[in-house]
């Protein structure tokens, strides 16, 4: 017998979430970066932490834990 996935509305997923705030680590990390001196170095930690949540909600999505 086949499970239906679990509907989470409005992207209220456990995929949706965990990228969000990964990305939004990324953007204060990376807003951090670019008014300190800019420093380049802690600016582009930040946008691979951003390419991180994208990832991460890719793959948690691929899981089954996201939107169908």
């Known amino acids: 017998m086949a499970q239906t996935p679990k ?3 409005h992207g209220r997923s456990p995929a949706a979430w965990t990228g ?3 990305a939004a680590i990324g953007f204060v990390v990376a ?3 670019s008014l300190t001196g800019p420093n380049w170095v802690i600016t ?3 946008g691979a932490i951003i390419l991180l949540a994208l990832l991460a909600t ?3 999505k691929a899981m089954g834990y996201g939107q169908p």
Request: glycine letters at 14%; proline letters at 0%.
């Open 58 to 60: 890719m793959v948690m």
């Open 44 to 46: 582009i930690v930040g």
């Open 7 to 9: 509907y989470y509305h």
């Open 20 to 22: 969000s705030v990964i």
């Open 31 to 33: 807003a951090i970066g």
